[in-house]
């Protein structure tokens, strides 16, 4: 029944729009009409991250819950912990409409949405005035207009240190002119010491992660290696959607400008994940985001070098059974390969990885 219940779901959603359609995806989780398929918990999936303990390491990637509506409802599902936002200061509209693709034939996804959310206010007052469930993170960027971009994300390390569990500073959507300039490394220098000092500045110590793009040459890769490991940040989150468009079937829609994500990233972003690990070294967290649809491609991720991983795009194309699916079948891959903790996958194809050219 379930199985039918997300293939008449997804089929209806598919006849529509993608915004409206999302908008309609968030409604019926809020109001209780998609069933929740939480898998068993599996300790060998359990992951302690940054000082966090994730029951299962599959997270629910920033840019769905734009406006933290639903996070307690996206961990019925089966996710391990679900990231909020991208959310800024102030309430913005992003980029006129029509600003999401989807390109089916790829399991794609193209959006230019520009960091639409009701802002700061509305998103803090809805997290803390609802029962937690799950580790929630919460992804902060800046308002379009902004005179200071970097105070801006100072902003939301001061609103929400009384509700994350963690934070990610996204620098790295291609759909905010200017934004991943922040990357280079003088700018990221005083990006993380100015939030990582207002984070200091609060009770509790939250973690800091830092999202990047997946379009990034090995000089920009060892540049912010060097500052993430000299500002000593918590972790780093690979990868953002891309701007390229190689290897897409045809579709007139490739032609949309805006960040390309879904199942054309996952070799992209794999191989840019592996590089990090590398030049982070084995201790700095890492969050394997692009292209992960299935078990075996979020194992894929681990092994190159993830900790924790994420996925978005995959969830629109699969529906709502998925995250439940990816679970269990990691439990699966325990099983036949008889590991203690998924993690023990880690680092057995990071030199693989590492060693392939980042695609153009």
């Known amino acids: 029944m379930k199985n039918l219940f997300d293939g008449i779901a997804r089929s209806a959603l598919f006849t529509l729009d993608p915004e409206t359609a ?4 968030i409604t019926a989780l ?4 998609v069933p929740g398929c939480r898998a068993d918990r599996d300790s060998r999936l359990a992951v302690t991250v940054a000082g966090l303990k994730f029951p299962n390491p599959l997270g629910m990637a920033a840019g769905y819950d734009k406006n933290a509506e639903v996070a307690s409802e996206l961990a019925r599902l089966g996710f391990g912990f679900v990231e909020v936002g991208t959310l800024t200061p ?4 992003g980029n006129p409409k029509p600003r999401i693709f989807r390109l089916v034939k790829d399991q794609a996804v193209i959006n230019r949405l520009g960091f639409n959310n009701q802002g700061h206010a509305e998103a803090h007052d809805r997290v803390s005035g609802r029962r937690r469930d799950g580790i929630l993170g919460i992804n902060i960027g ?7 971009r970097i105070g801006d994300y100072v902003a939301g390390i001061s609103r929400f240190a009384d509700v994350a569990d963690y934070f990610t500073v996204n620098i790295s959507s291609p759909n905010t002119p200017g934004l991943r300039n922040l990357q280079t ?7 993380l ?4 000092a207002e984070r200091d500045a609060k009770p509790k110590r939250i973690p800091v992660f830092l999202k990047i793009a997946p379009d990034l040459t090995e000089p920009d890769l060892d540049d912010i290696a060097a500052e993430c490991l000299s500002h000593k940040l918590d972790g780093v989150i690979i990868s953002n959607t891309t701007l390229s468009r190689t290897g897409l079937a045809s579709d007139p829609k490739t032609a949309e400008a805006g960040g390309l994500s879904g199942r054309p990233v996952f070799a992209r972003s794999t191989i840019v994940l592996a590089k990090m690990r590398e030049k982070l070294g084995a201790e700095m967290p890492l969050i394997g985001v692009g292209g992960i649809d299935s078990a075996k491609t979020a194992a894929e991720k681990i092994r190159a070098g993830a900790d924790l991983v994420q996925l978005y795009t995959g969830f629109i194309y699969g529906g709502p059974l998925l995250p439940g699916r990816i679970v269990r079948g990691l439990s699966e891959i325990c ?16 030199a693989h990885y590492a060693a392939l050219a980042i695609p153009e």
């Open 193 to 196: 010491g100015r939030v990582l």
């Open 185 to 191: 490394r003088e700018a990221l220098s005083e990006l």
């Open 22 to 25: 999302h908008g309609l995806s």
């Open 142 to 148: 800046a308002n379009k207009d902004t005179e200071d």
């Open 30 to 33: 809020k109001s209780g009409l």
């Open 335 to 350: 099983d036949r390969e008889t590991l203690a903790r998924i993690s023990d996958l880690r680092d057995s194809k990071t």
């Open 90 to 93: 102030k309430p913005q509209q």
